[in-house]
């Protein structure tokens, strides 16, 4: 009777491939536990490691965070490597806005990530909460530059929206929101919606003031008096 073959050991894993392993398994842990409640060695043990393989990469959880996030929080400069230029356009505007619904729909752990924040002040969520902040908001200076002239005030009405999208994703499991349900093609479609007629109001405001001024600039040319230009434009009661 033929002697039974001995197990033949696990093929060694690259370098790589055991970052790879670490990476989904705490992806998944924290998609199924959240942030706060994933342990090390419930990562260490989905990744199918010893913990002295995980410590000869990181020092402490944490420190694991803190290069994690990096990777899966940072919808917003991805959608701008898609962007060749930035045009400071309504259609590019709402791509943005429209974009993030679409990023956390498909994206858990970075839903989770916010949820971590809210719930959680420490060094990881604050410097993750920071830099998003650094890059998202050069391009929304340069929306808030595009309509200075304007009474529109695009840094508070970009936090608004944003915080609002930020808020409705997080609480989409809880029950619908104002009767619109976000965990349904039809509820997303309608914040959607909504998202791009609101910035087609901002920018019909802003071309609206720029045509006005323009048509100021034309009667000024013909002579009008400053009382007759803003009887005309009807700016005055």
Known sequence: MEKDKPKGRRPKRTKAQIDDCINQAAVAEIIEKGFSDTILYGIIKRAKIEPVVFYNRYKSLELFYDEFVKSKDYWFENLLKEIDEPQLSR?????????????????????????????????????????????????????????????????????????????????????????????????????????????????????????HERMRGRMKEKGLSDADIEYCLNLKD
């Not at 719930?119 to 920071?130: G, I, K, V």
């Not at 650094?134 to 309509?147: I, S, V």
Request: proline share 2%; charged share 30%; glycine share 4%.
């Open 91 to 211: 259609e590019e505007l709402t791509k943005i806005l429209v974009s993030l619904i679409d990023v956390l729909d498909k994206d858990s752990v970075m839903l989770e990530l916010l949820r971590w924040e809210v719930a959680s002040e420490n060094p990881t969520t604050r410097r993750s909460a920071a830099l998003r902040e650094f890059h998202t908001l050069p391009l929304a200076k340069d929306y808030e530059n595009l309509f200075k002239n304007t009474e529109v005030d695009m840094l508070s009405l970009s936090a608004l929206v944003i915080g609002g999208i930020y808020y409705l994703e997080l609480h989409k499991n809880l029950s619908p929101f104002s009767g619109i349900d976000l965990k349904t093609e039809e509820g997303r479609q309608r914040i959607k919606d909504a998202i791009r007629a609101f910035v087609g109001i901002l920018f019909d405001l802003k071309d609206e003031k720029l045509r």
